[in-house]
């Protein structure tokens, strides 16, 4: 897990894109007290965590994800157990909330590609054990 920079290493690294990559709440242009609270940010939101919550149950393309989030939010199980209700997103919406994660370390690539409808190969992608 990437571990959040303190104001002082996000000040820092301003002009390094690549090492502010998971701070995309900021742009580089932004006043460091802008960055400080895009460092300070340490819980994941509400959408953030149901995502979370469906990938805890499997690895899924993103693709695989937004189909079982869909049933999981619309028949209110998961993998055959009740959960609580997600919020309805869209399938950008929910790429965004996996990639926030990725970015935080909650979420990894599995290193498994799976087909997709279209043919082309797709990143599968997992929960760490613990997260």
Do not use: C, N
Request: net charge positive.
């Amino acid at each position: 897990m990437t571990p959040i920079p303190t104001p002082e290493e996000v000040i820092e690294l301003r002009g390094q894109q690549s090492l502010l990559e998971p701070y995309k709440r900021t742009r580089k242009t932004d006043p460091t007290t802008s960055l400080d609270a895009a460092a300070s940010v340490t819980d994941i939101t509400k959408k953030q965590k149901a995502v979370l919550t469906v990938l805890r149950s499997g690895r899924f393309t993103d693709e695989e994800l937004w189909k079982q989030y869909e049933a999981s939010r619309i028949f209110g199980t998961l993998r055959g157990q009740p959960i609580e209700a997600l919020p309805e997103q869209s399938v950008s919406g929910l790429r965004t909330r996996r990639s926030e994660l990725r970015h935080r370390g909650l979420v990894r690539d599995s290193g498994v590609k799976r087909r997709l409808a279209s043919g082309r190969m797709a990143v599968v992608w997992e929960a760490p054990d613990g997260q």
